[in-house]
């Protein structure tokens, strides 16, 4: 195994089974690399940034979250990333990130309320903690403006990527995988 460690880390309310996060983490795995798809508090009471954080800093602390580190999140996770990255001082060599936002509350009540915690002021501090920040949205999510998910990507990154028709890319959407992501193993 090389250094090379990948993280794949889930939305609201979501796990490591959901979503396109099996079908990438074999791709990881069929390439022999180190890949982590950790199952964060989710629900209402339970998931806030700071339950995420504590589960994430356990990586932090075992050196599994370096410059030879690889992100993807979804949804809410990659403002989550964001703030923890920033208020950790952590580098890491690549973001990807797919369909994320930042201080949107409107989905609904649940969503609004677990999401909360996760914004951050900071956004654009990412940019002094990696180099390689790629973004991936839709034309038409049905939960997150698409004016609100450009407005993210445009804070952190010129590498965007508009799937047209791609609703949340998520296997709601006919996202069980997601080939494009491969190219960033």
């Not at 983490?25 to 998931?47: H, M, N, S």
């Not at 979250?65 to 990333?81: D, E, K, M, Q, R």
């Not at 002094?128 to 004016?147: H, L, Q, R, T």
Request: proline share 3%; with cysteine.
């Amino acid at each position: 195994m090389t250094n090379e460690k990948y993280f794949i880390i889930h939305g609201s309310f979501g796990s490591s089974s959901s979503n396109w996060i099996p079908f990438l983490k074999e791709e990881i795995k069929k390439r022999r690399l180190e890949v982590y798809t950790p199952d964060f508090p989710i629900g209402v009471g339970r998931q806030s940034y700071e339950s995420w954080s504590r589960l994430l800093k356990t990586y932090l602390d075992e050196g599994k979250l370096n410059g030879n580190t690889t992100i993807f999140a979804h949804s809410i996770a990659p403002v989550f990333v964001c703030k923890f990255l920033i208020e950790n001082q952590v580098k890491v060599k690549r973001l990807v990130f797919v369909c994320g936002f930042n201080n949107y509350l409107g989905i609904n009540e649940e969503y609004d309320s677990v999401n909360k915690s996760m914004f951050t002021d900071e956004l654009s501090g990412i940019k002094k903690y990696c180099d390689d920040i790629i973004c991936y949205y839709s034309d038409n999510d049905p939960y997150v403006p698409f004016e609100v998910e450009k407005d993210f990507a445009d804070a952190i990154t010129a590498k965007q990527h508009v799937i047209e028709n791609g609703g949340h890319l998520n296997s709601e959407s006919g996202y069980t995988e997601f080939e494009d992501l491969t190219n960033y193993i």
